[in-house]
């Protein structure tokens, strides 16, 4: 087949333009007789491929400069566990505030290096909302407050992350970063798997503020140190070039686009456009999240009848709409709407729904 | 310029071959609709790619059924991180036999969570040899011995690892894995990055024999548990796919080119070529390495006189040969020769030493 409306939840859907840059320079870059996938991390070439990578990142999201932008890998989880290594002294408090499956791992990676507390979980009703903050129990001594903005696999996200007083708020942005205009001042350090909505797979970013690298954490391996990470450039070691490139050239492309502004009224409408067609469907579909935490990027969705989901699954590939599928925590269906995904995607989505309806009513 | 002989260190040449089927597959791979770029790491289609990946490294290092293959990110650094969590009790001794700089590297990562002793060390002698058996002081009580079979930067080499006894041993082999055969069963562990021999940066194999993933180790975060990590086909969390899926394409290249009994007779002559011309040149280049000891994979070496470093740089690049500027710690040059380098890159390599000798004589 060629080239699908692709609604997977991560790895996703990248930008053709970026995916024709990249295959472009995949047996040449630039004036190096090599692949960009061959030449050395420390030399003058990717060097300026990598700084304007973070250049261009620190425009898209307006980064101050007292915060640093540190380029790793080992996705998300990987940060998750290194967090209190460089931010909680042995055995202190860290506040979690749990609102799906990722806020439960957040915590898990946690736990053996900090005492890792619930400080609000919305797991009671399944994961349909967000805690609300009159509930949060923080802690008084907490090394940080950690919040996961969007939920990938419940399709809960927070619109408006809540004041957490003096621990430094860290948040997992992994599937809503850059979706939208953010403030990034009102948090301690973000940190987001680049390969929903930054580009490729195989590239982690985190966004701290500086004071906080100046925390002593607790005895970790020189590789595990942000500071050091930070001071480096993010090149303790060989960084995950590849991904560092193309996640640059998709950071290119959203400025392009018309950057973040542009990507929130764009993504306003592509979820607005699919809630109203599950809503409108009559119990046909159906979603089960509050409505004030309806997730813009993951719109996970049920049939009124779990034995039509093969034939959902198989009709939609061949109208072109792949990656539907929702995960197996869950089951029925989820249409992950990134910025890549063009508003004809979801368009042909919903168009698809309807037609599916009126044959399999 | 065209593609040029480039004589990185790493990220590294890679087959051209495999370059090509990389750039094939950046918009659509097979049936998918979409990039392997874009697709679930957890679909069919990817774990194929996945699967096979294994399948096809076991059969080319010979990896027994009793070993488990871990693919992880991080690179090479982080394994030695994880390699006391994981191997080695709280404060239990673990020796580190050092023959450059990357076998001090890797005691650095585990200081922290054991009592990394050094065994051995060829410093007072400036890396130019391996330490030899006789000298190596090993701890009754150590969780393991780690190895650095070669040395990167200072092109030291062993040509064979000596035994250790009950300790099992665990060797870095991220530049010479794959460049002639290897007894894996002599190992407790082998690691590696793969943007050296085996394919792309931004991945790293782990060799693993399966009773050491049953030690208790030290707490550490689920994500950096390699038992789990085992168990769950190296998928804990969202994997480098697109990495792996560039490692698959390299040692499916490798086995149709003749596996490592077919690149160890290359790197042989690779290697034999290269010497002889350093060593041939009356002094005019030199490498300071003891003979047994040379490696086969980078090759330092010297201009008698470091005023003409610049020049030869720049020519060379003239004559499409890059990548030959040596590592910051020793200066000089350096020839990294791995598996992807044919030989008559290094044939043109030493036509234009042995001219660069002539004109600036």
Request: include cysteine; charge should be negative.
């Amino acid at each position: 087949m060629s080239r699908a409306y692709n609604f997977s939840p991560g790895p996703a859907m990248l930008p053709e333009p970026v995916l024709r840059q990249a295959q472009a320079t995949m047996l040449e870059f630039g004036d190096t007789g090599a692949s960009i996938l061959e030449i050395s991390h420390r030399g003058a070439d990717f060097l300026a491929v990598a700084r304007q990578a973070e250049a261009d990142l620190r425009t898209l999201l307006s980064i101050p400069d007292d915060y640093a932008v540190i380029f790793t890998s080992g996705g998300a989880t990987t940060v998750q566990a290194l967090l209190p290594l460089n931010f909680a002294a042995p055995g202190q408090a860290a506040d979690y505030v749990v609102s799906g499956h990722w806020g439960k791992t957040a915590l898990k990676q946690a736990a053996p290096c900090a005492d890792a507390r619930t400080a609000a979980s919305s797991e009671d009703g399944g994961f349909r909302d967000v805690p609300p903050r009159e509930q949060w129990r923080l802690s008084p001594d907490a090394a940080y407050v950690h919040v996961t903005a969007n939920e990938t696999i419940h399709g809960v996200e927070w619109r408006d992350i809540p004041e957490v007083g003096n621990a430094p708020l860290i948040a997992d942005f992994s599937s809503s970063i850059a979706s939208e205009p953010l403030d990034v001042t009102k948090f301690g350090a973000i940190y987001a798997g680049a390969q929903k909505n930054l580009g490729p797979v195989g590239i982690t970013v985190l966004i701290v503020r500086r004071d906080l690298l100046e925390r002593e954490g607790q005895p970790r391996a020189p590789i595990f140190d942000y500071r050091a990470q930070a001071n480096a450039e993010s090149m303790l070691n060989t960084p995950p070039s590849w991904n560092w490139y193309v996640l640059g050239l998709t950071v290119k492309w959203m400025l392009d686009e018309g950057g973040v502004a542009e990507f929130a009224r764009r993504n306003a409408r592509k979820a607005a456009l699919l809630y109203a067609a599950i809503d409108g469907s009559g119990g046909y579909y159906r979603n089960e999240v509050a409505t004030a935490a309806r997730s813009r990027m993951n719109v996970p969705f049920f049939l009124h009848d779990p034995a039509l989901d093969a034939a959902f699954l198989s009709e939609a590939k061949q109208a072109g709409l792949v990656a539907l599928k929702g995960h197996r925590v869950l089951g029925g269906m989820r249409a992950s709407l990134y910025n890549a995904m063009p508003e004809a995607g979801v368009q042909a989505l919903v168009d698809f729904m309807r037609e599916f309806q009126k044959t399999h009513g």
